[in-house]
T-cell receptor, first 112, second 117 residues
């Protein structure tokens, strides 16, 4: 079953702008991960943030985690047309090894 | 990261036939693989967890007899959709867990597009 929700469901921006996507979840987690999926392809892992971390950076990606609000955000700075994809958050609860619960995803479109 | 392949990448079959999808972990041994299905513009729904050398663990609502999973080796898991029907048309994706720690990530195959006529 799905764990949470991302918002917005769809986001359309111009190249160079920042894109922010949010994810909410319902239960306690061990870590939260963000994945990217290009149309008709598999998922690519972007970044993992543990439950005891509040912020993490990787290149143009910045992820925050607020466990009190059960929410996370993914910020892509200086977006490029190649960033166009669907972005999913997934939570790991720790109860079943490897089992991830995915959100509904945000479809990001970056216009050149 | 790990390299995961799936075969075939797409398949079209007639209603009532069975289709086998392979998931291979190319560069490390995977004791656990996961099978997901994804409908257009929707999220991934976990179907089952495939464990090497033992029976798969199916999610609630997934028919075991319809979606047969075999994880016969540490590098190969197969999903067989038996007596496929048009409603089984979907995008099937497998993933491999990179290890046994909670911070380990999953590596996904490129997916298999199944169309049942």
């Amino acid at each position: 079953s799905q764990q949470g929700e991302e918002d917005p469901q769809a986001l359309s921006i111009q190249e160079g702008e920042n894109a922010t996507m949010n994810c909410s979840y319902k239960t306690s987690i061990n870590n939260l991960q963000w994945y990217r999926q290009n149309s008709g392809r598999g998922l690519v892992h972007l970044i993992l943030i543990r439950s005891n971390e509040r912020e993490k950076h990787s290149g143009r990606l910045r992820v925050t985690l607020d466990t009190s609000k059960k929410s996370s955000s993914l910020l892509i700075t200086a977006s490029r047309a190649a960033d166009t994809a669907s972005y999913f958050c997934a939570t790991y609860r720790g109860s079943t090894l490897g089992r991830l619960y995915f959100g509904r995803g945000t479809q990001l479109t970056v216009w050149p | 990261g790990a390299v995961v392949s799936q075969h075939p990448s797409w398949v079209i079959c007639k209603s009532g036939t069975s289709v086998k999808i392979e998931c291979r972990s190319l560069d490390f041994q995977a004791t656990t693989m996961f099978w997901y299905r994804q409908f257009p513009k929707q999220s991934l729904m976990l179907m089952a967890t495939s464990n090497e050398g033992s029976k798969a663990t199916y999610e609630q609502g997934v028919e075991k007899d319809k979606f047969l999973i075999n994880h016969a080796s540490l590098t190969l898991s197969t999903l067989t959709v038996t007596s496929a029907h048009p409603e089984d048309s979907s995008f099937y994706i497998c993933s491999v867990s990179s290890g046994h720690r909670s911070t380990d990530t999953q590596y996904f195959g490129p997916g298999t597009r199944l169309t049942v006529l």
